[in-house]
């Protein structure tokens, strides 16, 4: 069964610091793994798809990585801002199952201090 | 990407009752998903919702419980049924695009039950 696990739960950062979020999975098969945002009692925001033949992609400060085989993923942001605070999620897709079965993690609350 | 707008944002029900939720999606899609995030927990798929059939639920969710209908291409519904304090959650409608399966998240509707 595949399980997502993200580390820290939180994490509070002076503004303008580079920060690394990371997320683990258990099983390598997956079509692909997306990062998302959340903002408090709000819905989720798409912020970095990777597919599995990929290594990383990047989205302005944020960069997110892929290692398929270690079952893991990084999200590095950089120069962060007090607008970067909020609950990032990780998700996998798994090959097989129903198309929208992503499994999520847990997150990890970041609170960037002005 | 898609836009999604959900109704309502909120609500607070009294136990025993249902709520409608409803979701809008700004283009054609195959497959809406519903999605359920308790407090301090991950995300968990609830049901996936196809046009012109019924719907497909998850383990441990059941149509009784969770009655979707699924009218046209952008538009669904999600009751919760006959709801207890259990039920209070973020329910959440997502779509996922065809060409890489990038999954778009609509704003959710808090859901308190008292």
């Known amino acids: 069964k595949q399980e997502v696990t993200q580390i820290p739960a939180a994490l509070s950062v002076p503004e303008g610091e580079n920060l690394v979020l990371n997320c683990s999975f258990t099983?390598?098969?997956?079509?692909?793994l997306q990062w998302f945002r959340q903002d408090p009692g709000k819905g989720l925001t798409s912020l970095l798809l990777i597919q599995s033949s990929q290594r990383e992609q990047t989205s302005g400060r944020l960069n997110a990585s892929l290692d398929k085989s270690s079952g893991r993923s990084t999200l590095y942001i950089a120069a962060s801002q007090p607008g970067d605070s909020a609950t990032y999620l990780c998700?996998?897709?798994?090959?097989?199952?129903?198309?929208?079965?992503?499994?999520f993690g847990k997150g990890t609350k970041l609170s960037v201090k002005p | 990407s898609a836009v999604i707008s959900q109704k309502p944002s909120r609500d607070i029900c009294q136990r025993g009752t249902s709520l409608t939720i409803q979701c809008q999606v700004d283009?054609?899609?195959?497959?809406m998903f519903w999605y359920r995030q308790q407090p301090g927990q991950s995300l968990t798929l609830i049901a996936t919702a196809n046009q012109g059939s019924e719907a497909t639920y998850e383990s441990g969710f059941v149509i009784d419980k969770f009655p979707i209908s699924r009218p046209n291409l952008t538009f669904s519904t999600l009751t919760v049924s006959n709801m207890s304090p259990e039920d209070s959650s973020i329910y959440l409608c997502s779509v996922a695009g065809t060409a890489t399966y990038e999954q778009y998240f609509g704003p959710g509707t808090r859901l308190t039950v008292t």
């Open positions: 998700a996998v897709r798994p090959y097989g199952g129903s198309q929208g079965n992503l499994i």
């Open positions: 099983d390598s098969a997956i079509y692909n």
């Open positions: 283009s054609q899609v195959t497959m």
